[in-house]
């Protein structure tokens, strides 16, 4: 079998003060952070799309890297030696999860049944792979996106027959999650939004995808897949309005359709800062409603409003997520997606180790830091603070709700009123930025 990445040996820990590019300086997998390693709380994973099917091609320009393992012109050919390469690659770097589109282990074909024959046959060579390496499948998802019936929408489609194919590509998709033992399974809502209202009936789109999400949840009580179900909002791109469009606007919609319980969250930092949002505000809207399930660790550039999808190098952002997922008491069966990509100048094939490595050592620095910070309590006793005066009088009926307008009127209206605390927000910036600085 061909080796793909022949300079490549196993990335290892080579601690802070080692100079090899192709070795861990804060990723430690064994290490003991709290009363878990590095590796479980991380569950680190590989984006298939992005790192094994993609090849750097953008709105201007054609494909940069010209990916040895995707050369084959036969379908099944180029399939199989994508997988063999995409498991050199995982195993040699050291991460234990993988996530992936159908589209991405299979090229489409002529048919659906064609489509479905050939990824049978490529899934069985995957599990092989899963097996012999003990690499597992942390989520599973359909492509509803790329192929141009789904230019106006899969489960939002304004075609009945677009409906339905998208019902079945999902279907099949669910299957296969459940063969690969697929701890979950993502939704991101491709093209389900509207370019303009002048030709949308936002209802009955929005009635479809509930239904559609209905009909998954039925179908994967009726095989007996139990992974954990997860939305994952976007605002916007491809389409100008995503359905989706942030965990809170997401959580209402499930609420509203009787969905809420099967779902849970795939937060991406990229899709959080175009929602107008930071990663950690998203993160702590989900963990306080019990809906945090999993991460795609990115980061975008803020200069740019769209999705860069870059690998996420900023350790102030990678503590304030960490922060999240240590107070949710973990990530688990989610974990940490890198759904990332190598720039286009990037484009050689070693630069797939640099860029993941890169990501891996700031979250396990973030982690770390993170850690430390909870344990210090000092963000936790700062804000416990901050809203002492809830803990007794007028504060604590407020909190205990047994109190009214005219009580809190009569016990006000004398009373000579003085500013509320500092905010203090410089302070606190500098006190994570002295934790970074070491
Ligand atoms: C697109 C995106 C997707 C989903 C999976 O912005 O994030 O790759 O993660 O469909
Ligand atoms: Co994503």
């Known amino acids: 079998m061909a080796e793909y990445f022949k300079e490549v040996k196993k990335i290892s820990f080579k601690g802070k003060e080692s100079k090899d590019p192709l070795a861990f300086h804060y990723y430690n997998p064994e290490e003991k952070i709290g ?7 991380l569950r680190f994973s590989v984006a298939y799309w992005h790192t094994f099917a993609a090849e750097g091609r953008d709105m201007f320009g054609v494909e940069s890297a010209a990916r040895p393992w995707n050369s084959f012109s036969d379908p099944l050919d180029r399939a199989l030696t994508r997988c063999d390469a995409a498991f050199e690659f995982m195993s040699k770097l050291g991460v234990k999860y993988f996530c992936t589109h159908d589209r991405d282990l299979v090229d489409e074909q002529e048919t659906l049944r064609e489509t ?3 990824l049978d046959k490529v899934i069985e060579h995957v599990k092989e792979k899963m097996e012999e390496t003990g690499i597992k499948l942390l989520w599973g998802t ?3 996106f790329t192929h141009p019936r789904f230019m106006q929408g899969a489960a939002t489609s304004c075609d009945a027959d677009i409906y339905a194919y998208a019902a079945a590509q999902v279907k099949k998709a669910l299957e296969i999650t459940k063969e690969l033992g697929g701890e979950n399974y993502v939704f991101w809502g491709g093209r389900e939004g509207y370019e303009t209202l002048l030709n949308t009936n936002m209802e009955l789109e929005l009635n479809n ?3 559609f999400l ?3 949840v039925d179908y994967a009580k009726q095989i007996g897949f139990n992974g954990q179900f997860l939305i994952e909002p976007k605002p916007k791109e491809p389409t100008k309005h995503q359905y989706d469009f942030d965990v809170a606007n997401s959580y209402a919609f499930l609420q509203k359709y009787d969905l809420d319980k099967y779902f849970k969250f795939n937060i991406e930092a990229n899709h959080a800062t175009l929602a107008g949002h930071t990663f950690q505000h998203e993160l702590r809207y989900a963990r306080i409603n019990n809906i945090l399930g999993s991460l795609d660790a990115n980061m975008g550039d803020l200069l740019l409003g769209w999705d860069t999808d870059q690998f996420p190098t900023n350790v102030f ?7 999240e997922i240590l107070k949710n008491g973990g990530i688990a069966p989610g974990g940490l997606n890198f759904d990332s990509h190598v720039r286009r100048p990037s484009y050689e094939d070693i630069d797939l180790f640099y860029a993941h490595i890169a990501g891996m050592d700031a979250f396990a620095l973030g982690l770390k830091l993170a850690n430390k910070i909870l344990e210090d309590k ?3 006793e700062f804000v416990e603070k901050r809203y002492n005066t809830f803990n007794s009088g007028v504060g604590k009926k407020i909190v205990d709700e047994e109190t009214n307008f005219e009580e809190l009127e009569s016990y006000i209206i004398d009373k000579k009123v003085s500013l509320p605390k500092s905010g203090r927000q410089e302070y606190l910036e500098n006190l994570v930025n002295r934790y970074i600085f070491g």
Request: a negative charge; proline letters at 0%.
């Open 35 to 41: 009363d878990k390693t590095m590796e479980e709380h």
């Open 116 to 118: 479905n024959k050939l």
């Open 142 to 144: 359909a492509n509803l």
């Open 209 to 211: 995808l509930a239904n």
């Open 214 to 216: 209905h009909m998954a």
């Open 317 to 323: 952002e990678n503590v304030l997520a960490m922060y």
């Open 378 to 380: 000092v963000l936790d």
